[in-house]
């Protein structure tokens, strides 16, 4: 195991490296490659905190539990909330913010807020020979030469290792409420989600969890508005009365304060849901209108619905190809759990598979950066 | 500023390409006549002019990809170009260069209100997306000063954003597929109307690239529910360093506002000459607008009332109804055509951390005075990205290389506390030579390799971004026919 302490070491190590590396912030989302594991864990530490300017930029093996404390301790936050594996995957480990940007790991938030990329504002890296480059920096304006940070986020470390990240970051909310809605069918549940996005009240998250996962008899759409008190209390009115128009009746409950809802909301962010299971577990990205393609998989209670159901979660026996049967949809499944002969990235088109082999040999002309990992 | 000679190769053979072109493009969709092509000598950075070899205009993306075919096989230079708004010369061409415009291709091609996501060509104008959409209570937010006449392609090319994108974020965030021909005229699709698309976010890479990667044809775009309403405030101080306090003690206080806008001295009483705005006399003035429900409004407002008045104003007056609202509106949105009318005057673009605002106001301040030209300020403060503008007079020898000078030097400060060139505009030809001041040549290393992937050649609007002596080599293949 490599552990570099500065930038300068990593680069190094990485330009004298003939055989292939296994890059690793925390190990928590259960993605190793072969080859000699390198991690980023001692490059730690928050580098820059401007409270004022919205602005936080932290070496890439800082915990992501730091960064969120420091944070909290200046009411600001991660809008894009990110997941923590850990519950779902039964890993251990310590989430690092480098493995949030590599894999653009979001959380419920995101519906309304943006991904974990849409919060970048620079990256520090090392490619697979050893250069160190940035890209972007700490203004939230930036449109100076091509945007390789963003390219960074989601890589996986495949086309280089992250050494330090910048983001914008957000205003807490003050207060939290939930509209839970029990058992809505298939339909009633993609009318609950459109509507209460199409609607000027700013869902902050919109989920369903299974029978069981919150409410011991229920399934759970959950609607989640944040912001001022008196806002918050003006919106779940508004938003309930339209949502009543949609699926006939008045929620079944509103959970207000932070309290209750950081708890529901971890549950949903993490697939609490789905720990534990032995059953393969796969993510999909897909539209809310194509909601209905799940049917073939399973029973509404097989899935986990955030993002308004742009993001689903789903349990199913091992082995399945979920790919095959979603076929054709727009979006892509990534097999996260379990699996065997399947690849955990959708397959690509050939076109961008070629320019994905072409950028790689440029960024890693020696392959040794978590090869064999995307594509 | 320096373009490369056009090739004498491609020069002698306009009527061969021009017949090439013109067997895959219907009648009137090539433009070759010499006093014709002078339409696109230029885009809005209008210093620098050059008519291009001849001028296509496609209706389909198949049409693109034949064009950059044929292009591609005769090593012609491609410059795209949607509406010509670029400030930075994104859109300029070569002698030697084929403009492809997009604009003929502006249809919406599909709206799901259920995804929130619209897809139109991309020749069609920023403003008229949200025209699409409106009526049924949506809105398309990047909103860039130009976006009446703005296409949605040149928003991609430069990652374009506006006075809202402190909360909604700026093209990049609002862009969620594309179809895009690239230079061999392969046609590729990336995202759609899921949130995230798979794979490596070529989409992050793609908006921004000022048209160096590929033509953009259709494009997936977010849309969002128009809030409830919005209200703005005016806020008067007797300096910079009392505005620039008030900003960063807003943010810090949880308030998220849509826009923070920022006018001085300079601008403030041009605008009031020019619109009569009935701002306040005051060293700089903030507009801050918040929006939501009623009381999200309420609440809002009231904080950064209340910070505001700690930092004793000169002037708080916030809008009753839709009318003041507009008023407080008036002076802001004319600043650049008031600024126009008295001056010829270059924009700069350049983004700054928002807590250095009062040490760079006043640096710009010496410098201005040092080089004896006039800077105006105007910009986004909650996201730092400040648009000064230098007056001077283009007819005066010597002016615009003084102007140029100053310019170079109030970006170089932009880069020096911890900022960059280019916030929103762009780097173009007008940034292009001053960024390795912000990149080490391993940086610009990094993002060429990129365009290596998708124009190995080198052939999509290759003299811009990159300062040429960096990307001499690569450019070396022009002009030959394959």
Redesign the interface.
């Known amino acids: 195991m490599l552990a570099p302490d500065t930038e300068e070491l990593l680069a190094e190590a990485i330009a004298s490296a003939e055989t292939p590396l296994s890059i690793c912030g925390g190990t928590t989302q259960g993605i190793s490659t072969d080859g000699n594991p390198l991690s980023t864990a001692n490059l730690s530490g928050i580098v820059l905190y401007d409270p004022g300017a919205l602005t936080l930029i932290a070496k890439a093996g800082t915990p992501v539990a730091e960064i969120e404390e420091a944070l909290a301790a200046e009411k600001q936050l991660l809008a894009f909330e990110p997941m923590d594996y850990r519950t779902l995957l039964g890993t251990e480990g310590t989430p690092t913010i480098g493995g949030v940007v590599a894999s653009n790991s979001s959380g419920s938030r995101r519906v309304q807020a943006g991904a974990c990329r849409d919060y970048l504002l620079g990256v520090r890296f090392v490619d697979g020979e050893g250069s160190i480059i940035k890209n972007g920096g700490r203004v939230m304006k930036n449109v100076t030469g091509y945007d390789v940070a963003r390219l960074m986020c989601g890589a996986y470390g495949t086309l280089g290792v992250l050494t330090e990240v910048g983001f914008k970051v957000l205003p807490a909310s003050e207060t939290t409420s939930t509209l839970v809605y029990h058992d809505l069918d298939w339909s009633e549940t993609a009318a609950a989600f459109a509507a209460a996005m199409s609607s000027p009240f700013e869902v902050s998250g919109a989920a369903r969890l299974p029978t069981g996962a919150f409410e011991t008899q229920h399934a759970c759409v959950l609607i989640r508005l944040s912001g001022f008190t008196d806002s918050v209390a003006y919106r779940c009115r508004k938003l309930s009365d339209l949502l009543e128009t949609v699926v006939g009746r008045p929620p079944e409950q509103i959970l207000s304060g932070p309290e209750v809802n950081d708890g529901l909301w971890k549950k949903v962010r993490d697939v609490e849901a789905f720990a534990g299971m032995d059953a393969d577990i796969w993510h999909i990205s897909m539209r809310l209108t194509e909601l209905s393609k799940l049917k073939p998989l399973g029973k509404l209670d097989d899935f986990v619905f955030d993002w308004a159901g742009g993001r689903v979660w789903a349990k199913v026996a091992p082995g399945t190809d979920v790919r095959a049967l979603l076929a054709p949809f727009e979006g892509h499944a990534t097999l996260v759990k379990g699996g065997t002969n399947l690849p955990r990235f959708h397959p690509e088109t050939e076109v961008l598979a070629k320019m994905a082999g072409a950028l790689r040999s440029k960024y890693d002309p020696k392959g040794i950066l978590n090869p064999r990992l995307m594509g | 500023m320096e373009m490369p000679a056009p090739s004498p190769e491609i020069l002698a053979r306009k009527p061969r390409i021009v017949s090439r072109l013109s067997g895959v493009l219907p009648e009137g969709a090539v433009i070759s006549d010499e006093a014709e092509t002078r339409a696109y000598e230029c885009d809005g950075l209008t210093a620098y002019t050059c008519p291009p070899l001849c001028a296509v205009l496609p209706s389909t993306t198949e049409e693109v990809s034949e064009v950059l075919k044929i292009c591609h096989a005769e090593g012609v230079p491609v410059v795209p170009r949607g509406s010509g708004t670029s400030l930075a010369g994104g859109a300029l061409p070569t002698a030697d260069s084929v403009i492809l415009g997009i604009a003929r291709m502006n249809d919406v091609l599909d709206i799901?209100?259920?995804?929130?996501?619209i897809r139109v060509q991309t020749g069609r104008t920023n403003l008229s997306v949200t025209g699409a959409i409106e009526d049924d209570?949506?809105f398309y937010a990047p909103d860039p000063s130009s976006q009446l006449a703005c296409a949605i392609a040149g928003n991609i090319a430069?990652?374009s954003?506006g006075a809202h994108?402190?909360k909604y974020?700026?093209t990049?965030?609002n862009l969620l597929g594309v179809k895009m021909v690239m230079m061999d005229g392969?046609i590729?699709?990336?995202g759609?109307?899921?949130?995230?698309?798979?794979?490596?976010?070529?989409l992050?890479?793609i908006?921004?690239?000022e048209g160096q990667l590929g033509v953009v044809t259709e494009a997936t775009l977010r849309i969002l529910?128009?809030?409830?309403g919005a209200r703005p405030v005016l806020i008067g101080y007797r300096s910079a360093e009392i505005a620039g306090a008030c900003v960063?003690?807003i943010?810090?206080?949880?308030?998220?506002p849509v826009a923070i806008e920022y006018m001085d001295r300079k601008v403030i009483e041009v605008v009031e000459d020019h619109a009569k705005a009935g701002y306040p006399d005051c060293e700089a003035l903030l507009i801050v607008e918040v929006e939501?429900?009623?009381?999200?409004i309420?609440?809002?407002l009231g904080i950064i009332k209340q910070i505001a008045r700690r930092h004793h104003p000169v002037e708080l007056r916030e809008a009753g109804d839709a009318d003041e609202a507009a008023r407080i509106w008036l002076g802001r949105k004319s600043a650049f055509g008031a600024m126009g009318q008295i001056n010829d005057y270059m924009c700069l673009d350049g983004?700054?951390?928002?807590?250095e605002l009062p040490f760079v106001l006043r640096r710009i301040g010496e410098l201005s005075d040092e080089y004896g030209l006039a800077v105006g300020n105007v910009f986004?403060a909650g996201?730092?990205?400040m648009h000064p503008l230098i007056l001077f007079d283009a007819n005066k020898p010597g002016d615009l290389e003084t102007c140029e000078a100053l310019g170079a030097d109030i970006l170089k400060l932009c880069v020096e506390v911890?900022?960059?060139?280019?916030?929103?505009?762009?780097?173009g030809i007008e940034?292009r030579d001053l960024?390795d001041v912000?990149?080490?040549p391993?940086?610009?290393?990094?993002?060429m390799?990129?365009?290596?992937?998708?124009d190995p050649a080198w052939l999509l609007n290759p003299a811009k971004?990159f300062p040429l002596h960096i990307s001499a080599s690569r450019r070396e293949k022009m002009g030959h026919a394959a």
């Open positions: 799901s209100y259920d995804d929130r996501t209570g949506f430069m990652n954003g994108c402190l974020g700026v990049t965030n392969t590729v699709t990336i759609g109307a899921h949130m995230d698309a798979a794979g490596y976010d070529w992050g890479v908006c921004g690239s529910p128009k809030p409830e960063s003690d943010i810090k206080a949880g308030v998220l939501g429900a009623p009381e999200e309420d609440a809002q983004t700054i951390p928002v807590s986004h996201d730092g990205n911890g900022g960059c060139l280019t916030g929103e505009h762009g780097v940034k960024m912000q990149f080490a391993a940086d610009m290393e990094a993002q390799r990129i365009k290596d992937v998708f971004v």
